[in-house]
């Protein structure tokens, strides 16, 4: 069970950015699926969620309007796409899974994550 | 300022047991059983250790327990052993942060004497 994230690096205030997690080992298309941020020696901060289906999401407060969370369960890949990016958005970004399903949407739980791709927006 | 509120720092002894509180209100962890926590170490990725209040997922040592009364809940680690020495968090599912679903407490160093 393996959580992959990319697409991070340096970019300037205002631009676009589009990070990808490659899901392995499970069946991605069964599980929702979130986006969790750390900013640099700062705690933990959730970013967005979507359902197994991707069907519904939702979008914390501090990036709604910005940031866009989608998935391709053909490609076992979740996608964050973020737009008018600002310094406070710099941070090292996380997907996790969730139990939710079918069954269940959400269990607001966290049981794997990635390793995390950092995002410096410096201009 | 985080929404849920953790001490900045605990320490304890090897094989003593140590308390992490973590208080919210009625519209998170005093509402639902979606409390989880997590251990960090530098330069990790979080790791679940509790989930809904007093679940621990498959892997993770019985020294480690949760527990919820109130507003408040908490994390107790018992026998501390030096890998214990860690950052730890503490989630809730919320319903009063309008679009934000989930919220953190702001962390709490552990130090293993």
């Known amino acids: 069970v393996q959580l992959v994230e990319s697409g991070g690096g340096v970019v300037q205030p205002g631009r676009s950015q589009r990070l990808s997690c490659a899901a392995s080992?499970?069946?991605?298309?069964?599980?929702?699926m979130h986006w969790v941020r750390q900013a640099p020696g700062k705690g933990l901060e959730w970013v967005a969620v979507?359902?197994?289906?991707?069907?519904?999401?939702y979008i914390g407060e501090s990036v709604k309007g910005r940031f866009a969370i989608s998935r391709d369960n053909s490609k076992n890949t979740l996608y964050l796409q973020m737009n008018s990016l600002r310094y406070e958005d710099t941070a090292v970004y996380y997907c996790?899974?969730?139990?939710?399903?079918?069954?269940?949407?959400?269990?607001?739980?966290?049981?794997?994550w990635g390793r995390g791709t950092r995002v410096t927006v410096s201009s | 300022q985080s929404a849920l509120t953790q001490p900045a720092s605990v320490s304890g002894s090897p094989g003593q047991s140590i308390t992490i509180s973590c208080t919210g209100t009625?519209?998170?962890?005093?509402?639902?059983?979606?409390v989880s926590w997590f251990q960090q170490h530098p330069g990790k990725a979080p790791r679940l250790m509790i989930y809904?209040?007093?679940n621990r997922p498959s892997g993770v040592s019985h020294r480690f327990s949760g527990s919820k009364s109130g507003n408040t809940a908490s994390l107790t680690i018992s026998g501390l052993q030096a890998e214990d020495e860690a950052d730890y968090y503490c989630?809730?599912?919320?319903?009063?942060?309008?679009?934000?679903?989930?919220?953190f407490g702001g962390g709490t160093k552990l130090t293993v004497l």
């Open positions: 996790a899974r969730d139990q939710g399903g079918s069954a269940a949407d959400y269990f607001w739980y966290f049981d794997v």
């Open positions: 080992g499970f069946t991605f298309g069964s599980y929702a």
């Open positions: 979507i359902s197994y289906d991707g069907n519904n999401n």
């Open positions: 009625s519209s998170d962890i005093g509402g639902y059983n979606y």
């Open positions: 809904d209040v007093g």
């Open positions: 989630s809730s599912y919320t319903s009063y942060i309008r679009s934000t679903l989930v919220v």
